[in-house]
């Protein structure tokens, strides 16, 4: 399934996929940042969520009820919600804090690494 098709020129935009923003700490070498991915399943969407702060390994992934309208996502994880707005570019995702994070989109099979 293709993430991005052409539609008279404009690229149209699903919100199912892989989503992330992991960095490696340069002095560190602590793994930062947060990985999405979001599946349809059983008539709604779901979340595979890894959130790093900091170690060495990739961190433990939570699977969470996702709700999708559009290109509007919402997911909890824990007491931390996130909502965001997909794009052809990534995810664009505020806790309820309202900080920002922007998850670049990768291919599917970047998942499976």
């Known amino acids: 399934m293709l993430a991005i098709t052409k539609n008279f020129g404009q690229p149209i935009v ?4 892989v989503y992330e923003n992991f960095t490696v700490g340069k002095d560190s070498g602590d793994l ?7 599946v349809p399943a ?7 969520v890894q959130i790093a702060q900091g170690g060495a390994e990739d961190p433990k992934p939570e699977f969470v009820p996702a709700e999708v309208k559009g290109k509007s996502v919402s997911f909890s994880v824990g007491d931390e919600k996130f909502t965001g ?5 990534g995810l664009n995702l505020k806790n309820a804090a309202g900080e920002p994070q922007a998850l670049k989109r990768k291919a599917c099979t970047a998942y499976f690494k």
């Open 85 to 89: 707005t997909a794009t052809a570019a």
């Open 42 to 48: 059983g008539g709604g969407h779901y979340a595979i």
């Open 32 to 38: 930062e940042g947060m990985r999405v991915v979001i």
């Open 14 to 17: 699903t919100v199912p996929g």
